[in-house]
């Protein structure tokens, strides 16, 4: 997602990434990348709790989760990861992004 | 409808069909069920999956392999098919040297956010200190949120 970020950008994209760790770590892995999405540190899971963020308990931890939002505030697409590997390609997602432009100018 | 530890308990004591063999074990938690011991993902094991995945069809079930003769961990996501990795098809290998765990994780679909669901709405801080709410960074055009579990 970080390599395609101009082609979500193009496409009026904001991107947001909710990280379950306090600020200071947050801000250090976002600094030194100089990483374009907004960065939010959710040490307590309030954002992903309101999400249903899934846990694993034997992996000892919440598995990722992904979700695009309409200008309404309407839920488009969620995606819950099963595994680490079950990522939603960044061409569904581009694709899925496209169909919005396209019905704002229908 | 979600499934409850104490039927999924039932069944797996109850009916022949969730015979693992011996040695085998399992626990339970409010989320999860771990079976243990299986010394190797047969083909009968595999049957049983997929019963358990007809009779509880909104489980997820997720296999572990360790291999502790190189150290190397696989995983693999049963839930799809329930297909045996190619490796492990038509070959017996030492128990001493391999350990199954068998997660079967009880999600409850009714709770989880659906496409057309409104997006719960939320203000927080930034890592560069600027505030983020959902619903003013929505006006500008269409928001993908990413919950990360680590970063990479």
Known sequence: MKQDYEKFVVKGTSMVVIAPYYLEKVKKYFSGENFPFHGVPDPDKKIGKLYRQQRNIIKLGLMPALFVTDTAGTIAYAHYSANMADIPANAVLLDLLSSFGRSSED | ?152
């Open chain 2, 1 to 152: 409808m979600r499934h409850s530890i104490c039927e999924i308990s039932i069944c797996f004591q109850a009916d022949t069909i969730y015979d693992f063999g011996q040695s085998v074990s399992f626990s339970v938690s409010e989320h999860c069920l771990l079976i243990y011991g299986i010394s190797w993902l047969t083909d009968h094991n595999c049957l049983i999956f997929r019963k358990l995945k007809i009779i509880f069809p909104r489980i997820r079930v997720l296999a572990c392999f360790l291999l502790h003769n190189n150290c190397k961990k696989r995983n693999f996501h049963a839930d799809r098919n329930f297909h045996l990795p190619k490796q492990t098809k038509n070959k017996k290998p030492d128990h001493q040297v391999i350990e199954t765990e068998i997660t079967i994780l009880m999600t409850d679909d009714k709770k989880l956010l659906r496409k057309g669901d409104a997006a719960p709405e939320f203000t927080a801080a930034g890592y560069d200190g600027r505030n983020i709410a959902l619903s003013d960074i929505r006006k500008d055009g269409p928001v993908v949120l990413v919950f990360i579990r680590s970063f990479s």
